[in-house]
């Protein structure tokens, strides 16, 4: 049971997660005013809450459910997905910082800061199937090492 609880929340705290990101891909865009800014970065603080969750869920996954960590950890597709994960965490960082930075500034970002939080946003989007595809691919026993 504790197997199956993991997985579903795992499951569902990753696509809140991409909820969350294609928000504020949706949300960042050139004229927004300082309420957009407010509204994105209160959002953005959800994006940090579900992806620190995500880590605790999936480490408790590998370590305590059915498989186990010996099954995870030597799997080239677990590195994989845990490398995509923290590379997508890591382009995280520039709009956030750039939220914070507008919403101090108490003014509207310009289309150049729009521009570019934008293109952080698309990356990361992008990336993000990677991980759906690794782990089908882990949950099939594929990527074995050694």
Do not use: C
Request: aromatic residues 16%; charged residues 15%.
């Amino acid at each position: 049971m504790l197997d199956l609880a993991l997985a579903i929340a795992h499951h569902l705290l990753v696509f809140g997660l991409f909820g969350i990101l294609f928000a504020e891909l949706i949300l960042v865009r050139p004229g927004m005013d300082r309420q957009a800014v407010a509204r994105v970065g209160a959002i953005d603080l959800w994006y940090g809450l579900l992806a620190g969750l995500i880590i605790v869920v999936g480490f408790s996954r590998a370590i305590f459910a059915a498989k186990g960590w010996f099954y995870y950890s030597h799997n080239a597709f677990f590195w994989a997905k845990l490398g995509t994960f923290a590379l997508i965490g890591l382009l995280s960082v520039p709009p956030t910082i750039d939220y914070i930075r507008w919403r101090r500034a108490n003014t509207a970002p310009s289309h150049a800061q729009v521009r570019a939080a934008q293109r952080f946003l698309w990356i990361e989007v992008l990336l993000f199937p990677l991980l759906l595809v690794f782990a089908a691919a882990m949950a099939r026993g594929y990527g074995e090492i050694g």
